[in-house]
């Protein structure tokens, strides 16, 4: 991040969260979003599908995972208070402020979307020969 503040690199692609504040600013300037849709808390932002790249999207998501030590009871528990604490005004501003959109699936919808988001990048990782460093 201070690379890119200062100038010593030109663009990066980052959290939204991460640089909300800085855009807000005027510091950093957004160039697009990356999900198919446009950003809630910067909506003159375009898609990169509407700023002339079309084919890749990049939609972000956060998630709570557990070791497997957890015992299921909790992790059954965690799972029935989460959209509750989600639909809270506090949190679901607090939320908004870094940027994200406050929401949760159910188990199965979240594994299902994330073994797809880990297919997917898994092959350009491959494809690509990436190592990590």
């Known amino acids: 991040m201070p690379d ?7 663009m990066a692609f980052v959290n939204v969260s991460s640089v909300l504040p800085l855009v807000r600013e005027g510091r950093l300037r957004a160039l697009a979003a990356l999900g198919g849709d446009r950003l ?4 003159e932002v375009p898609t990169l599908a509407e700023a ?3 084919g890749l ?3 972000g998501w956060q998630a709570l995972f557990a070791t497997r030590s ?8 965690l799972a029935a208070l989460l959209p ?3 639909a809270d005004p506090t949190i679901a501003g ?5 940027g994200l959109l406050p929401g ?4 199965a919808a979240f594994a299902a979307a994330f073994g797809r988001n880990t297919s997917k990048w898994g092959e350009v990782v491959r494809a690509r020969r990436i190592r990590a460093e």
Do not use: M, Q
């Open 4 to 10: 890119l503040i200062s100038g010593t690199v030109s």
């Open 40 to 43: 809630e808390a910067l909506p």
């Open 52 to 54: 002339g790249v079309p």
């Open 57 to 59: 999207e990049i939609d």
């Open 70 to 77: 957890v015992p299921a009871a909790g992790v059954d528990r």
């Open 84 to 86: 509750a604490a989600l």
């Open 94 to 98: 607090r939320i908004r402020d870094l």
């Open 104 to 107: 949760s699936r159910d188990r």
